[in-house]
């Protein structure tokens, strides 16, 4: 056979098995639309290896009647790879929920999860815009809005700090801290000395950090992600901006763990006891390290959650002998409102956000503690 | 005080984008060959140096030579196996960036296979800054930046004006023909010109991979500095690609003197469409060429 | 199935448009922009504004958009176009990045970073195009009339002048002709036709942000032709269905690591355009006489 007619055949036997495979219909599936390139990747992996982690139980537990799969798809990041990728979960393999994350990527795909009554699940992205997407767009991670509420009194509190600064992206996660900021620095006895944005494609932060330094807060909170919050990190402690950074759940990146630059910075993020005694949570944190050999971090929890809260609403449909649709699974979802889930209970709200406690963080030499 | 600090910090980086946009502007200027993967031989560089120093912990001096010695090796291979074989079809400018591009878009996208996506910096205590005196800081590499281009631009003056190989360089771009009637060979000649000008850009790309750190897509911001600057100074003038870096680095530092700090990275694209459309051939350029 | 494919066949119709627009300049003008996808993006923003504010037909969205394009477009290469070859290539990279900045920094129309949500469906004459069936026929349609309207263009004389200065501008000015304001015109012409995909792009995503036009999009659509074949009426549209379907078949190929597959892709485009270049510089489908085409 030429060489033209082996890769027509392997194209051919490739796509068959694809979409002819009997096994298709014996499981249930779910998609997973995450960066798996691009700049994000780092993320993309922490959020699928939470997802693929919690099929693993869900199938050992056999929780489901049917094996419990989830297909991977790369958003790489960016909305209109995520759109071909969200109709390729959506109307090819026909999948009742898919997990997204990052607001632009979510923005893009919640129309069509809206349009297919399909249910998309975020528990990565924060921005405040995200809890606007419609009926069957849920958020298993709490938005940056609760974060800040949360952190600005035990700074004003618990470290006495007077003069905050705000270094900022332009974007609705960047502009929605700012505005937390500017709301409750005030209530809390703080002052807002200085408002800096960044622009989303700078990576010279020397000027900037010249601007901070001008101010001379006792603070600085670094509204940001990804790689490029670590190197804004990096070089803004450099350039000689010696007083501590805080942020909100962003800061937990293993990247920035492993900065020295980044010691001593205070964060926000959802409640998460590692230690805790809870067999859901406690499980979770045993065999993630013994498949991952590492340590879980909220990311690999939220997703876990979200596949396990899937699951629990699709094994609640199958007792009640109703379809597994994107529609039934939603409902379900809403019906059911509390689940037991990694780090305790996880409530629902009507408009499909979830209200979790929250701690503080401070990031020690490899790693993270829990403040309060 | 914050206009002196931003002064300072504008000169650093300056001195940076000096350095990246001599050797695009020598490889352009003597060769004609739109070398868009300029970019690419700076991540090379920056990545291979984070590789050996970071992950193998040889010494840095040791690293950043073998670093920049791969990056002149990428130049002349790039010119003698793709670029050459294109001009030899009489390939115009737009058919050799064009491949020049995708290079940069394959070197790219290994490095990410191999590296990942993130960013990588190299940690060193000389990227942290000191007083110098009236709260003015500067870090040792900094300084390190200024004095290399500084240095950089005296020995190249002499090498272009007293040394044979620089003046035939001069000379190619002016004229092929002449240079080919002297005796020399034009081919070799922009050996030279791509091992040089890979060369020029090691400096920069060790010193920002542990100041700023370096991303695999980095190479491109690279190139349109170079380009910028080569276009402010005129193409052709090395004098006046050195000083269009400086005059780009400075603008994107003072632009935060006054303005956003949003804009920061506008202004240097501004700058350029000002020349463009008022001085096209640049400060130091030669008009009837444009 | 049905629904991926219908998908995907819009995206590939509309990079057509796109691709078919840049190599009207590049092929038979030799304007070397890659700022295309600035205009692209620029004709999204306003087919979504429109779209959310005034109307949801084609009919007033389209014509906006390419006015606003062909405009714009005026005011930018105007100036530029006094310069050659090479200079206009880097004032268009220039401003590619300086419509980035203002896409992402001019928030109170753009929206930031953060985008245009919720973009109605689109209609024409009052009919909903709320599937993606009629959506795919109009998508075609326009690509139809935008490849039209190039292949009829070419062949008047305004085409012939174009190809006069792309093979030597010094003597087609010596015959006479009006250099700068044909290609001025040229650029305007391919901006406005461009707009015809940014603005089925902003209904049919429904969603716009800056980061659909990076300079990776200028680069694409740019890989699109060039792969494809310069100058050809159809090798614009061959590219775009081998950049969409490329992505689509890598997936199928389940021995890739998947992490991997989306720098896979960016290897085998990049590898293609420096292949390409070397040995057929007129693309897939491009002419025999590649030199007369690609020397200046």
Not at chain 1, 140 to 148: A, H
Not at chain 1, 350 to 358: A, F, L, N
Not at chain 2, 199 to 205: E, G, M, S, W, Y
Not at chain 3, 103 to 132: C, M, N, Q, Y
Request: some cysteine; aromatic content about 10%.
């Amino acid at each position: 056979m030429s060489l033209r007619g082996r890769m027509t055949a392997a194209l051919f036997a490739a796509a068959v098995a694809a979409f002819a495979t009997p096994a298709w219909a014996q499981n249930y599936h779910i998609g997973a639309l995450l960066p798996n390139s691009g700049p994000m990747t780092q993320f993309g992996q922490l959020f699928g290896n939470g997802a693929d982690l919690a099929a693993d139980h869900i199938n050992a537990d056999k929780m489901l009647s049917k094996p419990f799969v989830i297909d991977h798809e790369d958003s790489q990041g960016q909305p209109q790879p995520a759109v071909t990728g969200m109709n390729k979960l959506v109307r090819v393999n026909e999948e009742p929920v898919v997990l997204t994350a990052q607001s632009g990527v979510s923005k893009a795909v919640a129309p069509i999860g809206e349009r297919e009554h399909v249910v998309t699940i975020n528990g990565g992205g924060v921005a405040p815009d995200l809890a606007k997407l419609g009926p069957y767009f849920f958020n298993v991670i709490p938005l940056v809005n609760y974060e800040v509420r949360a952190l600005v009194p035990y700074l004003a509190k618990e470290k006495k700090f007077k003069r905050i600064a705000i270094v900022y992206v332009e974007d609705p996660l960047g502009e929605a801290c700012l505005n937390e900021l500017k709301e409750n620095a005030p209530k809390n006895g703080m002052e807002l000395v200085g408002a800096f944005s960044v622009p989303s494609t700078s990576r010279q932060f020397a000027p900037i950090a010249a601007k901070v330094r001008e101010v001379k807060p006792d603070v600085v909170f670094v509204a940001y992600y990804g790689q490029t919050m670590v190197a804004l990190v990096k070089q803004l402690r450099d350039a000689g901006v010696d007083a501590p950074f805080t942020s909100y759940s962003g800061f937990d990146d293993p990247d920035l763990k492993a900065l020295p630059a980044a010691e001593g910075s205070i964060y926000s993020s959802q409640k998460m006891d590692w230690a805790s005694t809870d067999p859901i949570t406690a499980r979770f944190v045993a065999d993630f390290k013994k498949k991952y050999g590492k340590d879980p971090t909220f990311y690999n929890a939220n997703y876990y959650n979200a596949v396990w809260v899937t699951a629990q609403a699709m094994a609640s449909l199958e007792k009640k002998k109703q379809p597994i649709t994107g529609e039934n699974i939603r409902n379900e979802l809403l019906a059911i409102k509390t689940f037991a889930a990694v780090g305790g209970k996880m409530e629902f709200q009507p408009d499909g956000t979830v209200s979790m406690p929250m701690q503080i963080n401070e990031l020690i030499k490899g790693g993270s503690k829990v403040l309060n | 005080m914050l206009f002196l600090q931003l002064l300072v910090d504008g000169l650093q980086l300056g001195a940076l984008y000096a350095l990246m946009a001599v050797g695009f502007a020598m490889i352009f200027g003597s060769t004609r060959v739109f070398h868009y993967a300029h970019g690419t031989t700076y991540v090379i560089v920056g990545y291979l140096f984070y590789y050996l120093a970071e992950r193998l912990h040889l010494p840095w001096w040791a690293a950043g030579a073998a670093a920049a010695a791969a990056g002149v090796v990428f130049g002349v291979l790039l010119d003698r196996w793709m670029y050459r074989p294109i001009q030899r079809d009489e390939g115009s400018f737009f058919t050799v960036f064009v491949a020049s591009f995708g290079i940069a878009v394959v070197a790219e996208n290994v490095i990410i296979i191999l590296f990942g996506a993130s960013f990588v910096s190299i940690s060193t205590p000389l990227t942290r800054v000191s007083d110098i005196g009236g709260g003015i800081v500067v870090s040792y590499l900094g300084m390190f930046s200024v004095l290399a281009a500084a240095l950089l631009f005296v020995f190249l003056n002499w090498f272009l004006d007293r040394t044979d190989v620089g003046v035939a360089l001069r000379a190619l771009s002016e004229n092929p023909d002449l240079v080919r009637g002297f005796g020399l060979n034009p081919r070799k000649l922009s050996q030279y010109a791509f091992a040089i000008g890979s060369l020029l850009v090691a400096p920069a790309a060790l010193v920002a991979t542990c100041v700023t750190g370096l991303t695999p897509t980095a190479g491109h911001r690279v190139v349109l500095i170079s380009i910028a600057a080569s276009i402010i100074g005129g193409i052709g003038s090395l004098r006046g690609a050195g000083l269009g870096g400086l005059i780009l680095g400075l603008a994107e530092s003072l632009a935060v003197w006054k303005l956003s700090t949003g804009w920061s990275e506008a202004v240097a694209f501004i700058i350029l469409f000002a020349f463009i459309l008022a001085r096209p051939s640049g400060l130091f350029g030669n008009r009837a060429r444009v | 199935m049905v629904g991926y494919i219908l998908n995907l066949l819009i995206l590939i119709s509309i990079s057509g448009i796109l691709a078919g627009s840049l190599n009207f300049i590049i092929g038979y003008a030799g304007i070397y922009s890659l700022a295309h996808a600035a205009f692209f993006g620029i004709a999204a923003y306003t087919g979504a504004l429109i779209a959310l504010h005034v109307s949801t037909s084609l009919l007033i969205a389209i014509p906006v958009a390419m006015a606003i394009c062909a405009i714009l477009s005026l005011v930018i290469s105007l100036p530029s176009l006094r310069v050659r070859g090479e200079y206009f290539v880097v004032a268009s990279l220039g401003l590619q990045m300086i419509a980035f900045t203002v896409f992402s920094e001019w928030t109170s129309v753009t929206g930031g970073l953060g985008g245009i949500t919720g973009v109605p469906v689109a209609t024409i004459f009052g009919f909903s195009l709320r599937s993606l069936g009629s959506m795919l026929a109009v998508s075609l349609a326009c690509l139809a009339l935008v490849t039209f309207a190039i292949f009829a263009l070419v062949r008047t004389s305004f085409g012939r002048n174009l190809r006069a200065i792309r093979d030597n501008e010094v003597a087609a000015a010596a015959f006479g002709k009006n250099v700068a304001l044909t290609k001025t015109l040229a650029v305007a012409i391919s901006s406005a036709l461009c707009a015809v995909a940014g603005v089925l792009y902003a209904f049919h995503v429904s969603f716009v942000n800056p980061e659909s036009f990076t300079i990776d999009a200028s680069v694409l659509v740019m890989a699109m032709i060039i792969i494809g074949g310069t100058g050809t009426v159809f090798g614009p549209i061959l590219g775009a269905l081998i950049i969409h379907l490329l992505p689509a078949g890598l997936t199928y190929l389940t021995f890739l690591p998947s992490r991997d597959l989306a720098s896979l892709q960016q290897i085998i485009y990049g590898a293609a355009m420096v292949l390409l270049m070397i040995y057929r510089p007129s693309g897939l489908i491009g002419r025999a006489n590649v030199k007369d085409t690609w020397s200046k």
